[in-house]
């Protein structure tokens, strides 16, 4: 019984003991790279190395104060100030290289005095605008004013005198500004008439008066204020203001006002 006892005992201590890992006794997996990837990886270091310098190279040049565009030079302009198109273009503090001539331009003819701009840019910080502004084809007097007005009815500043350009008073008064529109029609009008008056009917009108509700009006010494509304039917009304007028003057006749706005029935006073 106590060799029984013993053996136990002994079979007890044989037992293999277990070990307590540790968190700090964990090991890690290692990165074995196979030898042909090591060697591509080594070979490519000088491409990697000239990708990071052009980065780097392209941040300076979008960030650099010396390449963001201090400079707008503006050609070409008479009416609109060059101040002016620098600030519809919006280029402050830009880098060169982000100018999109295509942006400014559309910016630029924002303005209604321009009907035309190129845009380029010069390295290291200039963008050139070259811009075609409309050309004052008509004299538009509100009150004791002159303005300017293109042939496509733009505002494009005041005058000091009418020249020979076709001049149409508004005897409405309406307050205008630089590059307001007006009504084409009126210009078309007028321009028309122009044209008409002295060779149908030997009438050279020195200016044409103009209101909302009686359109174009001709101030003659023949037939007092002549009035022919809108661009329509304009021959046939010439044709028939000089009908009208070989009348007045026939029967010596003393008119003040000849509405031809009504066709075939004209109107006289």
């Known amino acids: 019984m106590p060799e029984r006892i013993a053996k136990r005992r002994s079979g007890r201590h044989r037992r293999p003991k277990t070990k307590l890992r540790l968190p700090a006794d964990a090991s890690f997996p290692t990165i074995n ?3 042909r990837t090591v060697g591509w990886l080594q070979a490519r270091i000088p491409h990697f190395a000239l990708l990071a310098l052009l980065v780097l190279a ?5 960030t650099s104060p010396d390449f963001q565009v201090s400079v707008a030079r503006v050609y070409g302009n008479r009416l609109v100030p060059a101040k002016e198109v620098a ?3 919006s280029l402050s503090r830009q880098s060169i290289l982000l100018v999109d001539a295509a942006r400014v331009r559309e910016s630029v003819l924002k303005l209604q005095q321009v009907r035309d701009a ?3 840019t010069q390295f290291p910080n200039q963008v050139q605008i070259h811009v075609t502004e409309r050309t004052p084809a008509y004299i538009w007097k509100v009150k004791d004013t002159l303005y300017l ?4 009815g733009v505002v494009l500043g005041t005058s000091d005198t009418a020249n ?3 001049a149409i008073v508004d005897t409405d008064a309406r307050p205008v500004a630089v590059g307001d529109r007006l009504d084409k029609d009126i210009f078309a009008t007028a321009s028309k008439l122009s044209v008409l008056l002295p060779r149908e009917a ?5 200016y044409y008066e103009y209101s909302s509700k009686e359109g174009i009006v001709v101030p003659t010494d023949i037939a007092g204020r002549v009035i022919f509304g809108g661009s329509d039917n304009l021959e046939e009304k010439v044709a028939t203001f000089k009908a ?24 006289l006073k």
Do not use: N
């Not at 007045?248 to 004209?266: A, E």
């Open 33 to 35: 790279l196979p030898r």
């Open 58 to 62: 392209l941040y300076y040049l979008l």
């Open 87 to 89: 600030e519809a273009a």
């Open 118 to 120: 190129e845009v380029s």
């Open 149 to 152: 007005v293109s042939d496509d």
């Open 164 to 166: 020979q350009t076709i």
């Open 202 to 206: 030997g009438l050279a009108p020195k």
């Open 244 to 267: 009208v007028s070989d009348k007045i003057r026939l029967d010596d006749l003393k008119v003040h006002i000849v509405d031809l706005r009504f066709k075939g029935r004209p109107y």
